[in-house]
């Protein structure tokens, strides 16, 4: 069994994990860099390692700091929350060299998962429906030619990307080979890398995403899906879980898709595997092979603690629950409070003067924040995720109206005004919305 846990990450997720870890008995490692030395997760640990100034790549992204703190320590195993080393290959692998446990999947998987081109082949073959696209790189002998037996509209998309860089479409012929060249020196700069596919475009889709976690012994269990489609510039703004566009139907055939998939890789522990669903038909985009920012949505109507899930299965222990034992529970919501001007969504660094999270019934607040608190300008602007559940989808919708009055942060600028104005709004009460939805809200309404 795991005795003691570093925790490879900052702000809410690092807390988050630190809990999981206490409610285990097992004891905690936080690092840190020289700007998160007052984070709340770095009081609450055990013990704490600073590993670096604050930029990313000299502390939390430094694989040689991070492994130097658990050699001190004597950590057996790391848990990498999301983003930062969450899905490097590498990094999991030199754990695995050290004989410290990654709470993760394989490095197998998270590589064949991380290139898209690969992760769609791998799709493919498991029998996840995916969008009709090239099979492979587009170059420019053959992008007019793959684009016809497409047809358009095509999106033309980075191999090695995410965030929305690398990516553009061409609705017509005429617009076809701008598209190309543009997309391609796009990813050349951002990722090194020019290489671009080429997908159908769909014109009205909502992105839907399904939480699997497996045990790498071939046994493996779907918690149904959320609803990610309130995005702006491909970052997700509000959670669902579940889809207010699916039935009971199509939310398990989809589920047991995933799922057998997952049996069939022999995956081991939590993943999402995720969607474009237009028209009733699902098309695979990508498998995020880690933990999401959203998972609290899913936790809230099945009761099962995810990152609980994701340390058993690395210590060998197993699922704690089968597919028949997993019962959904009315609906949730997440929406990401970041510290940043809810017009303009420029980042709002500074010190927090006054800090009160909402509560009652079904209401929980992961934030690592508090009235004295100073946000740094080096990373991410999250400064805290605000779940709410009811029995229904309308009583989750009340319960998020009140608590959104509740909710004080002073000091900086947050996106609480958006979400108060969004709670308020018919299509989202109707649950008629897709990906682009919010940014064409944004475009023609400023946040007050």
């Known amino acids: 069994m795991i005795s003691k846990i570093l925790i490879a990450n900052r702000g809410e ?21 020289t700007a998160d030395a007052d984070a709340m997760h770095v009081r609450l640990a055990d013990e704490s390692v600073c590993i670096g100034p604050p930029p990313s790549r000299d502390s939390y992204l430094n694989i040689h700091q991070i492994v130097a703190a658990c050699e001190i320590t004597g950590a057996d195993a790391v ?58 790189e587009v170059t420019s002998e053959n992008v007019l030619e793959t684009a016809r037996k497409i047809g358009f509209p095509v999106l033309i ?3 090695a990307g995410g965030g929305g860089r690398g990516m553009k479409v061409a609705k017509t012929e005429d617009d076809l080979q701008e598209a190309f060249d543009t997309a391609r020196s796009e990813a050349a700069a951002a990722f090194g890398n020019p290489a671009v596919y080429m997908e159908k475009y769909l014109g009205k889709p909502r992105h839907i995403e399904v939480q699997v976690v497996g045990d790498g012994e071939g046994n493996a269990i779907h918690l149904g899906e959320r609803d990610c489609s309130l995005q702006r510039r491909h970052q997700k703004v509000w959670e669902e879980a ?29 993943g ?29 109507i099945t009761n099962i603690d995810l990152v609980h899930e994701q340390i058993r299965v690395a210590s060998g222990a197993g699922l704690s629950v089968t597919q028949d034992e997993i019962t959904f529970s009315g609906h949730a919501i997440e929406c990401r409070i970041n510290a940043e001007d ?107």
Not at 105 to 121: C, F, N, S, V
């Open 13 to 33: 997720i690092a807390l988050r994990v630190l809990r999981a870890c206490k409610e285990l008995g097992i004891a905690t490692v936080a690092v840190h860099s």
């Open 79 to 136: 848990h990498p929350g999301y983003g930062f080393l969450s899905e490097n290959a590498k990094f999991a692998d030199i754990l695995e060299a050290h004989g410290i446990t990654f709470i993760g999947p394989t490095a197998e998987h998270i590589r064949l998962m991380g290139d898209k081109i690969t992760a769609k082949q791998t799709a493919v073959e498991l029998g996840i429906p995916v969008v009709p696209g090239s099979d492979g």
């Open 157 to 159: 998309k980075a191999t």
């Open 242 to 270: 579940n889809s207010p566009a699916l039935n009971v139907e199509q939310r398990m055939k989809i589920g047991q898709i995933c799922a057998d998939a997952m049996k069939k890789m022999k995956y081991r522990g939590a």
């Open 272 to 300: 999402t595997v995720e969607f474009l669903y237009e028209n009733g038909e699902f098309y695979f985009i990508e498998m995020n092979t880690r933990l999401q920012v959203e998972h609290p949505i899913t936790e809230a």
């Open 342 to 448: 809810p017009r303009t969504f420029v980042p709002s660094p500074g010190t927090i003067t006054h800090f009160h999270a909402p509560g009652g019934l079904g209401v929980r607040v992961d934030s690592g924040a508090y009235a004295g608190y100073k946000i740094p300008p080096y990373y991410d602007s999250l400064i805290g995720k605000l779940i709410v559940h009811g029995r229904t989808r309308v009583e989750c919708m009340m319960r998020l109206r009140r608590v959104l009055d509740e909710f004080v942060v002073d000091g900086v600028k947050t996106t609480l005004p958006l979400f108060q104005d969004l709670v308020s709004n018919q299509d989202i009460a109707n649950g008629e919305y897709d990906i682009h939805w919010l940014e064409h809200y944004l475009a023609h309404h400023k946040a007050h």
